[in-house]
């Protein structure tokens, strides 16, 4: 999403009603580096944010806009927000925030209706001087004597400013997940139109469950509304999804936005994002988690539909 609307977005304070911080966590120095210093305690980003410095000459910068979440108790029709969205009602409320240096946690937060959760943020430079990291492991568990089902959507605009300072050049493909053992990842930052993006100066979005669905926004530059828009409703991506906004409950669909042969890579540059669903039926008294992880550095071509897990890279 454009630097410009950064200043506007940060004049909503009730955006942060619910949520602890900013937090500066970091991993690393140098090349390989990776460093957040506007992350909140529900696990939303607010940017330009996530400095990283790949290896090599290409002078290190930003890399997220935005990173949200939500999460739909469909059972009992309840939606909880991470975001800066005001229109997005009630915020994911905190529970005992703990943090350190490369992360924090968020224990004991109350979803209602016998549901509970809990937020771990981790970073890791699994390969220094080359590849980092972030994870954010939501745990959800049912304290009902009923099955619930829970919908998880998280939402990572990235803006890569590695090789030009501009946010709308940048690549998105859809891949096969192996971190979860199933499903689709997607990959964005720079890379070539219809065919891939650079892990070295993109980053792979992936999921430790198998996701319902995956959607590669790729806005692009011509009549630009910016991929966040999408998350938040307002212009052209009505009807794409996820539809998050108070009156429709949201759904992705398993593409990438303007790959017009289906290929699993958008057609042109644009302004990218990538949107995994995760849908759980948590049985009574259970409490699964769900990890996301974002990598960025890993050296590798990310093409359509390929098995490429970032952390088997290391």
Not at 161 to 180: E, I, K, P, W
């Amino acid at each position: 999403m454009k630097r410009i609307l950064f200043s506007f977005c940060l004049a909503l304070p009730v955006a942060f009603a619910g949520a602890a911080g900013p937090y500066s966590i970091s991993v690393g120095s140098g090349a390989g580096s990776l460093a957040f210093t506007n992350i909140f305690s529900d696990g939303q980003v607010i940017g330009d944010d996530g400095m990283f410095d790949p290896e090599g000459a290409v002078i290190s910068d930003y890399t997220v806009y935005r990173n949200y979440f939500m999460i739909h108790n469909v059972t009992d029709n309840v939606t909880f927000w991470a975001d800066n969205v005001a229109a997005h009602v009630p915020e994911i409320p905190d529970g005992t925030v703990a943090t350190n240096p490369a992360g924090f946690t968020n224990v004991g937060i109350d979803f209602g209706n016998n549901l509970a959760g809990s937020l771990a943020v981790t970073m890791a430079q699994p390969a220094p001087g080359d590849s980092a990291g972030i994870q954010f492991t939501w745990n959800i568990a049912n304290l009902s004597a009923t099955p619930k089902a829970v919908r998880i959507i998280w939402f990572m605009d990235v803006d890569s400013y590695l090789a030009s300072n501009a946010y709308d050049d940048d690549m998105c493909v859809r891949l096969a997940n192996t971190f979860g053992g199933g499903g689709s990842a997607i990959a964005v930052g720079e890379g070539t139109p219809n065919t891939s993006v650079n892990g070295a100066l993109g980053v792979l979005l992936e999921s430790s469950v198998p996701a319902t669905r995956v959607f590669g926004v790729a806005d692009p530059p011509t009549g630009s509304y910016g991929s966040t828009y999408y998350w938040t409703n307002e212009n052209n991506f009505v009807g794409l999804g996820p539809e998050v906004n108070k009156e429709i409950l949201p759904s992705i669909g398993n593409t990438v936005q303007n790959d017009a042969d289906n290929n699993g890579a958008a057609d042109v540059a644009g302004d990218v994002a990538g949107a995994t669903q995760v849908d759980l039926m948590i049985a009574p008294s259970a409490a699964p988690s769900v990890t996301f992880q974002a990598v960025w550095g890993t050296n590798v071509t990310y093409s359509p539909l390929s098995s490429v897990s970032g952390w088997m890279l290391y």
